[in-house]
């Protein structure tokens, strides 16, 4: 039950490490920026802790909700819920739902889409301070990187390994690729700016289609979003690598709820609830990997699912506040029991919750630590001046 649907199309996509070079240079000249980081890197802390966080791209949640606890088809996610802390959001007006940033709220400029949805996930604070207002102006986070390291970064920075797999605009991407190897063009990714601008071209990051790791990611992986296959190249990559268990911190952001969210309108139709069930699938098999580590191996794992923002049922997701209604879930494998979330629960609180749980100083964010420390508000654990800065 925890995984029939998606082991049946996994395999279609064989992971395609994407051979699209950019051009000469561009990986010399991250290699010299990486040494950097990597001389400031610590060793790796004795720790059997490792960390899971699962992206599920334009999921509302009061429809997640809807699958997981009304009609039933979304086992793993429910059980994920039930035995973690969770933000239950039965309806959209329901005060419990976790939150998306609070940015168009405040700011006509910002709108509730994916670059600043899951940068703020990966930095703890509000887009608004990092001026990435939308899909179209991720380069801007090359600017506030230094101010707000994302937490692979300074998870990489403690000596843990960090993997990373998405599609644009938060990993760079190819836009289409119709034969494999060879693509018409190239969308940025929010997250590789943090590898400062590509200094041929200033409007891409300093980080190759095809580079598995940069100064931010030990493990990089980007998908393109040809004939809707990437959740299996991505499911694929995160399968491999939780059972190898080369990285101890895995991000996986999926894809496809938001895409049959714009294909048919993020509400309780049957393509969207079906997307729901598909990603469901894929994360059990996922789970599952993650226990049997947990019983082989004596690791303790923290895990996270989360979006970047909800949607409207006219398949478009901008400023109404409709579309700021998302899940939150936090679990402890093996099983312990968890503080409940604390109010107002954010996908920023993502950041603060897995530097937490590998007992990470960090800067000011807008996030908090949920369900695995007493609840406190978001105090610095170091002054500002104490997180190394990216040349
Ligand atoms: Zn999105």
Redesign the pocket.
């Known amino acids: 039950m925890w995984s029939h649907r998606g082991q049946t199309r996994r395999k279609i996509f064989p992971t395609p490490p994407i051979r699209w070079v950019l051009g000469a240079g561009l990986t010399l000249s991250i290699a010299c920026g990486g040494d950097e980081t990597q001389k400031s890197a610590q060793p790796a802390p004795d720790t059997n802790r490792r960390a899971l966080v699962v992206g599920i ?2 999921l509302a949640g009061h429809l997640l909700h809807q699958r997981a606890f009304v009609d039933e088809d979304a086992p793993a996610l429910r059980k994920l819920a039930e035995n973690g802390a969770s933000a239950r959001c039965k309806t959209p007006e329901d005060a419990d739902c976790a939150l998306a940033h609070d940015a168009p709220n405040h700011h006509p400029a910002y709108v509730w ?2 670059a600043p ?1 899951w940068i703020s996930v990966f930095t703890g604070v509000d887009p608004r301070k990092l001026g990435v207002a939308s899909n179209d102006d991720v380069a801007r986070y090359a600017e506030a990187r230094t101010r707000y390291p994302s937490f692979p970064m300074l998870l990489q920075r403690q000596g843990l390994r960090v993997a990373a797999g998405a599609v644009s605009p938060t990993l760079s991407a190819p836009i289409v690729r119709l034969i494999p190897g060879i693509s018409i063009g190239f969308k940025p990714g929010v997250l590789d700016f943090e590898n400062g601008l590509d200094p041929d071209n200033p409007d891409r990051p300093n980080v190759d289609l095809n580079q598995s790791k940069t100064l931010n990611l030990t493990h990089r992986f980007s998908s393109d979003k040809v004939f809707d296959r990437q959740d299996d190249a991505l499911s694929s990559w995160a399968s491999k690598l939780l059972t190898t268990g080369d990285a101890e911190v895995v991000v996986v952001i999926f894809d496809l709820v ?1 895409g049959a969210g714009h294909d048919h309108g993020f509400g309780d139709n049957h393509a969207y609830m079906e997307a729901i069930t598909r990603v469901d699938a894929r994360i059990a098999e996922l789970i599952g990997i993650v226990e049997s580590r947990v019983q082989k191996h004596g690791e303790q794992w923290l895990v996270i699912v989360t979006s ?2 909800g949607g409207g049922a006219d398949g478009g997701h901008w400023q109404d506040p409709l579309h700021q209604r998302i899940p939150f879930i936090v679990t402890v494998m093996p099983h312990r029991n968890l503080a409940p979330l604390t109010q107002p629960t954010t996908h920023m609180d993502t950041f603060s919750t897995i530097l937490a749980w590998f007992d990470t100083p960090h800067h000011p964010v807008d996030g908090k630590v949920q369900g695995i420390a007493p609840n406190r508000p978001s105090k610095p654990a170091l002054p500002h001046r104490s997180v190394p800065r990216v040349q």
Do not use: A, T
């Open positions: 791209d334009g889409q994916s949805g938001d970047d923002h």
